[in-house]
């Protein structure tokens, strides 16, 4: 029982961080948003919502197997994951809130970083831990396509 409770608190966190990211996003949603040329591969509003539900579900499992470890390194990890939960709201707050796709994906590229460290150092000391991020990685470089596209045709 006791590993489940960093892994649910890790969870926690992250939703916390989806939710907060939710908040600062909806007006500019409801306004800007629509207004924008975005790339014909851009989803639905509906599926953001449930990739990035899966996601920090995801990043979050991934971050508790890691505090589990209770060695010097997952420290240094959980600093990491704290970063880029930082920087992943950093996005929201750039692109949405004030609206600006450049400073978007300068926080973008920022955080792609900070995920491939954390990831790399994961797969050190739990590769299911690291395996749990590949889908966050993979949804980045997504992100960052559509952001460039919005940055080049807007």
Partial sequence: MKRFVPIVMFVLLSFIVGYVSMLLQ?????VWYPSLVKS???????????????LYLLMGISAGIVWSTR???SW???????VQLALNLLWSV??????????????????FMVVLAYVGGCYKLNRL????????????????FLNCYIIIFN
């Fill in 26 to 30: 909806q007006t500019a949603l409801q």
């Fill in 94 to 111: 750039c692109f949405f809130y004030l609206r600006s796709p450049i400073l978007g994906f300068a926080a973008l590229l920022l955080l």
């Fill in 129 to 144: 831990s690291a395996f749990l991020n590949v889908p966050y990685l993979l949804w980045l470089v997504f992100a960052g």
């Fill in 76 to 82: 240094v990890l959980a600093v990491l994951f704290i």
């Fill in 40 to 54: 014909s591969l851009t989803p639905p509003g509906y599926v953001f919502s449930i990739v990035w539900g899966v």
């Fill in 71 to 73: 060695t010097t390194f």
